[in-house]
Structure formats: C-alpha cells, structure tokens
Nanobody, 117 residues
Framework: QVQLVESGGGLVPAGGSLRLSCTAHGSADSWSIMGWHRQAPGKQRELVATISAGGTTVYKPSVEGRFTISRDYTTNTVYLQMNNLAPEDTAVYYC???????????WGQGTQVTVSS
C-alpha cells in the first residue's frame, strides 16, 4: 500500500503561482512514475504532468511552459510548480503514484486549486 499526502492548493488571481507537493509513504520507492492529474467540475479527470523513475517528464500541452514537475527521490516527493495560472486551471489536483509497468496505482485525496479572473 502507498499513501499519498498532498499540500499546496489554494486561491490565486490569474497570472499567479502555486506549488503543489505530494509525498508517498508506505510501500513507495523510486521505481515508479509520479504525477498530477486534475478534475474540473463537470469534466473528466485529465493528466497534467508525470515524471518517471529516470526523470522523463510528460506534460499536458496546455500547461507546458507554465508548469514544471520535479521529484525528490530521497523523500518520494513530487512537486508541481504552476506559474502564470489561468481560470481554466481551476480544478481539484490529484497526485498519483504507480509502477512503470502493470495495472493499478494509488491516488492522493486531492487539493483544490482556484484561479480567479
């Protein structure tokens, strides 16, 4: 079992910045992909960014250049630095931890990000 503890959400004006953090506890180790997904009201959950065990990153096109994902392998913590936020970035952001192969994975409880126009 892996437990994910998220922090860093909040309310910011358009153009502002936030930094999300997520630490994996329990059976977590660095042989994993960690990432962030988000779900806006009335919409499906979507991938925002992921980072692999080797440091390879993947971004949703609309956030590339504004968001940066990074990872501290010693503490099993993943970060999402979000700059130049826009109202359409408003959503609940969820951390995810999974193995590079096979099904399954674990989700965090979610943290609300609200960007005012």
């Amino acid at each position: 079992q892996v437990q994910l503890v998220e922090s860093g959400g909040g309310l910011v004006p358009a153009g502002g910045s936030l930094r999300l953090s997520c630490t994996a506890h329990g059976s977590a180790d660095s042989w994993s992909i960690m990432g962030w997904h988000r779900q806006a009201p009335g919409k499906q959950r979507e991938l925002v960014a992921t980072i692999s065990a080797g440091g390879t990153t993947v971004y949703k096109p609309s956030v590339e250049g504004r968001f940066t994902i990074s990872r501290d392998y010693t503490t099993n913590t993943v970060y999402l630095q979000m700059n130049n936020l826009a109202p359409e970035d408003t959503a609940v952001y969820y951390c995810r931890w999974r193995r590079p192969t096979g099904p399954g994975g674990f989700w965090g409880q979610g943290t609300q990000v609200t960007v005012s126009s």
